[in-house]
């Protein structure tokens, strides 16, 4: 590669290189004037958000592979990269007014979303096993340290050390899958590896065979796939609401895009041998998230247990994807916008009501006669619940649709029942927070939070918007989830 | 295949029954005379009568992390160093902007006073 070419390349990781810039100038900022306002360092980070999406409009219908075909700029990558820089953006948002709230503030916060944001980014881009797992890494490393934020509490600091143990073991596990892997097919990029597979006729060679095994463990790991969801609940628990929420969403955007690098291009010529272990790992993940989340008096845990459910819903699009690759990966990709969307939604309106006296209204009991105090908020959050449950008029209706048609049609149908029978399980607790809001009275200290909320309430608004285009007229988004399916086979 | 690993076996095997032969052997012939002092898992050194007075604050640690960081940072120099006349100034660039973001690092274990000795 000579020289000019780097730097050529180098303009096609530039919404990389903005976030990656912003975050430097924040924390410069932050540590040269200690006493600096949380809401001017939000103000910056956005606006380097923003500025970074700007620049990825333009990339928009071109597909470039560039740095030694490692890196890709193509619509998969590009649709990931909105949905990051966004949803990054609206946790930063709903971090104001929380960290108003409970006065635990630190400069460092927003620069470590910051470097997450930019791990995500490079997994989305990532077409070489070596950068998925560096951009799964620089998403783990900053995860581990802003669970831990609320330095003086014990749950935090016993769930950060629970996370940082468990994803390291994950992360070493999935390096010993890659290096299995390469070390049979001598390929780091993932469509090499597939013509390699395809090709040398190793698809029985039993190292490589092991090599996917571990790396589905160690994706398993990342996304709160069960039997490797242990450090779920207790991150969710002790991790700061929006930080929670980070982790539900954003950061289940990584290995996702990685499942779907990985399973759908580099070791799909094995699909046979990691279907039935797909199939069963998802069959699990829905069934114990909802389970779990049955129980949950809190919403924000109650959120986060369904959160398992939607990866396991996810992940029958994958099994889906291992006999027809475009019913599959379509049907994920369309769910997982929804699913971002909706769940992140739910966690800004916990942040937006709350209580007398600095209480965080994150019970069901708290929601109790929500429609009467804010008719909107209700009404929004209802829309985000609907959403989540698969309920007409939303997009998350079309996104169950399309999965459990693209698990029928390659025929798991013993998975999509497995599927159903937990969406109607689950309408127990999403309809439960819909009975609360709209069928009683509401008690006397509940209120809303309506210092520095003003953007936050506009972006629920929007999303909800969005949420309800997703169902009224899917097409649009059906075609870009087609689209970055083109371009990543 | 499986037949070159034999050798191996044997010798596994025969590690263990030397280890365990020698320890049973000498017990035979060897005096015994066990006290408290000799049966402690340390035979030197004071047992502590009481707790520490306080906790001491030891920034061994953060020093070492530091190092740590910093010394890192040597293992991507090499390889520049004995490629830098090879590298034009394409190089040059990158690990001046490599060092940069380092340095800001530094500047901040600096400012937030990880480098001294007494808080």
Redesign the interface.
């Known amino acids: 590669m000579t020289?000019q070419q780097?730097?050529l390349d180098t303009l096609y990781i530039l919404p990389e290189i903005i976030v990656t810039a912003v975050a430097?100038l924040v924390?410069?900022w932050d540590?040269?004037r200690p006493k600096e306002q949380p809401v001017m360092l939000a103000a910056v980070s956005l606006l380097g958000l923003l500025i970074a999406m700007m620049f990825t409009v333009p990339q928009w219908g071109q597909e470039f592979i560039v740095f030694s075909k490692s890196i890709a700029v193509d619509y998969f990558s590009i649709c990931l990269k909105f949905l990051t820089l966004s949803v990054t953006a609206f946790v930063i948002v709903i971090s104001i007014p929380y960290f108003k709230k409970v006065d635990m503030w630190r400069g460092e916060y927003f620069v470590l979303l910051l470097f997450a944001c930019v791990g995500i980014l490079l997994v989305g881009d990532g077409i070489s096993l070596v950068t998925i797992y560096l951009g799964l890494e620089l998403l783990a490393i900053p995860a581990y340290v802003l669970t831990a934020f609320m330095v003086h509490d014990e749950r935090s600091s016993e769930a950060a050390m629970k996370y940082f143990l468990m994803g390291s073991l994950a992360s070493a596990i999935m390096v010993y899958g890659i290096s299995l892997v390469y070390g049979i097919t001598g390929q780091l990029n993932i469509y090499a590896i597939q013509d390699y597979i395809v090709k040398a006729g190793v698809k029985s060679d039993p190292a490589l065979l092991v090599g996917v095994i571990l790396l589905i463990a160690g994706f398993g790991f990342k996304i709160g796939a069960v039997p490797f969801h242990m450090w779920l609940p207790d991150v969710y628990e002790g991790a700061p609401t929006p930080i929670t929420a980070y982790i539900a969403t954003a950061a289940k955007i990584a290995p996702m895009a990685a499942v779907l690098r990985v399973f759908v291009v580099a070791v799909h010529p094995l699909s046979g041998h990691w279907m039935p272990v797909m199939a069963i790992l998802s069959a699990l993940t829905m069934s114990l998230g909802n389970f779990l989340a049955l129980k949950q008096e809190n919403i924000k845990r109650m959120l986060a247990y369904s959160g398992i459910t939607h990866i396991g819903y996810a992940l029958m699009g994958i099994v889906a994807a291992g006999v027809s690759r475009e019913m599959g990966v379509v049907s994920v990709v369309f769910y997982f916008i929804v699913y971002l969307i909706s769940n992140v939604g739910a966690f800004g309106v916990i942040i937006y009501i709350c209580k007398e006296g600095g209480r965080w209204g994150d019970n069901y009991n708290d929601f109790k006669g929500l429609a009467k105090v804010s008719p909107l908020a209700a009404m929004v959050m209802s829309i985000f619940v609907m959403s989540m449950l698969g309920v007409p008029p939303t997009g998350g209706f079309m996104g169950k649709i399309w999965l459990f048609a693209a698990a029928i049609k390659t025929n798991m149908i013993w998975l999509a029942v497995v599927g159903v029978i937990n969406a109607i399980i689950s309408a127990y607790y999403y309809l439960r927070v819909m009975v609360m809001m709209y069928m009683h009275e509401p008690s006397p200290e509940l209120m809303i939070e309506k210092e520095g909320a003003g953007l936050l309430a506009f972006m629920l608004f929007v999303m909800a918007a969005i949420t309800v285009y997703m169902g009224i007229n899917p097409g649009v988004f059906y075609d870009l989830a087609y689209k970055s399916l083109t371009t990543l086979l | 295949m499986l037949a070159h690993y034999f050798p191996i076996f044997v010798f596994t095997i025969l590690a263990f029954v030397v280890g365990i032969a020698a320890i049973r052997l000498g017990g035979l012939v060897r005096p015994s005379h066990p006290d408290r002092v000799k049966l402690s898992p340390y035979e030197c050194g004071l047992k502590p009568i009481h707790d520490l007075p306080h906790r001491n604050t030891v920034p061994f640690y953060l020093l070492s992390m530091l190092f740590l960081l910093f010394d890192v940072e040597i293992l991507f120099f090499f390889p520049w160093v004995l490629f830098f006349e090879r590298s034009?100034?394409?190089g040059f660039a990158s690990m001046l902007l490599f060092m940069f973001?380092l340095f800001?690092g530094y500047?901040?274990a600096w400012?937030?006073g990880a480098l001294e000795w007494r808080h």
């Open positions: 020289a780097l730097w430097l924390f410069t540590f040269l | 034009s100034i394409n973001i800001v500047l901040y400012k937030k």
